[in-house]
């Protein structure tokens, strides 16, 4: 069966799969200096930003990717009150980050500026914290942005990035996070996108290797559900920089207040629960 | 961007989504009494059945669906002994219900018998257990054969059926419930593979208000990642006979024995952990 133009295809020949959603029309194409950006109106979920024929971010189903970007790391760290997010330029990781109100700073560092100007045009639900005093929208190349960031000054740091190919490659390995180890304060914690549980196990296993390779004391994989990209099922990794047992800070008062559609005590705790390929695959990383 | 002959795609108009894989080539296809089955070889997930359109299972990602239609239940329940599986023709949730040394019987009633003859020649490995004497493979329509069941005969019945169009349509409803509660023993339950939390909800809430006017006590739902299921999400609804806590028989030392890629201790409980928006949705059902 073939589908015509009436549908969005990201089609994955590495992987043999495809994720299509029924479109709606293209309300959008540029050619950044960076990437190429298309934004569609589908049928079914609402706005769809698109990056170089990858899915990036929809309207429907954006809140389970941006919340267990930023949730579980913040509350796996005992005071977490100076952010920085690498990448993120559709804003909805920094929405979430400053839910929270440990938090004083929230710096984003995106290169490609006209992602976050069409976010603010085509989702504006996820820019709606970006007037917040707390927030700062930079934009520049991460990877330099955090070999520049002052030693122990961040928190947490959020790698919410593409693919590892092109512009995001240098965000998967040991240079850039020999930069975030030093960047980050005691207790400090790094969480970056980690692909498909499914598919992408041996490049999990690498980035796991590197982390550890850099100093990060330890490195673990969390994982949700997201439809639009490659299984439906992907993941983020969490590295400490000292040992020890993360905090759980999960007060329901706390918990009370965060308006979250996945996020709960219950789902921060089934993101940590890995399956037995997942733990075999890792155990000797 | 158009798909064309070297990928297999179910293409779902309603919910406005599509996914595909690879191919290989067809390497069967066939006209049942009920319904028509394609056999594909794919480039990444192994072989591919297809009913009426619709990816049933994948030799790469079948046991996640296979384990969270068996474990999770059998774990749910004291002593599960007598265990009848509606549908599940490709045999993979049998096989799963025998790794449990509690049952000593298990009966498959699947309508299409060429589901599973097919199965036992491009699934080999999910028809391992299909020689174990405690299993018995009936072909005939589930529907009947759960309103002819003995009173009380059954500590579990497992619905492992296609969508709730076609043949499997009176598997959803009233009728059907209060045939598999007549059915049941003392503390039995029913397990029913119940589509996607995001794309399917209210067939979830539709499913368990039925299930509570047929006299179960409670429904609740669990969910896991299916990527070749549309949204890569999916979901079972385990409903109890009788009030009260579940059973949790999470004992090390069993689970250790079960051999199982995604299930375990861990998974069993992330499972049952419940997102906000589906914990809203499901309040009022």
Chains 1, 2 share one sequence.
């Not at 960031?149 to 790698?159: F, M, N, T």
Request: glycine share 6%.
């Amino acid at each position: 069966m073939a589908l015509h133009q009436s549908w969005f295809t990201e089609a994955v020949d590495r992987t043999g799969t495809a994720f299509s959603l029924k479109l709606g029309e293209k309300l959008h194409e540029e050619q950044t200096p960076y990437q190429k950006i298309e934004i569609y109106r589908t049928e079914t979920f609402g706005h769809l930003m698109v990056i170089d024929g990858c899915t990036m971010v929809s309207t429907r189903d954006n809140f389970l990717y941006h919340e267990m970007m930023a949730h579980p790391a913040l509350n796996s760290h005992p005071n977490p009150k100076t952010v920085a997010i690498i990448g993120g330029g559709d804003c909805g990781t920094l929405r979430e980050v400053l839910k929270h109100a440990t938090v004083k700073r929230a710096v984003q560092v995106e290169i490609d500026e006209r992602v976050t100007r069409l976010a603010e045009h085509y989702f504006p639900e996820l820019c709606s914290a970006n007037p917040d005093p707390r927030a700062t929208l930079h934009f520049g190349d991460g990877i330099r942005w955090m070999r520049e960031a002052k030693p122990g000054s961040l928190d947490l740091i959020i790698v919410d990035s593409t693919d590892p190919v092109g512009p995001a490659e240098g965000l998967f390995g040991r240079k850039f996070y020999l930069d975030c180890l030093r960047a980050l304060h005691r207790n400090g914690l790094l969480v970056q996108q980690s692909e498909s549980p499914l598919l992408h196990l041996d490049l999990i296993r690498d980035m796991h290797r590197a982390m550890r390779e850099a100093g990060f004391a330890q490195a673990r994989l969390l994982h949700f559900p997201q439809p639009i990209y490659p299984s439906g099922w992907w993941s983020a990794t969490l590295a400490q920089k000292t040992r020890g047992t993360l905090a759980s800070r999960l007060n329901p008062a706390t918990l009370a207040r965060l308006k979250t559609g996945y996020y709960n005590a219950q789902t921060h705790r089934a993101a940590f629960a890995l399956p037995n390929f997942v733990k075999t695959a890792l155990k000797n990383s």
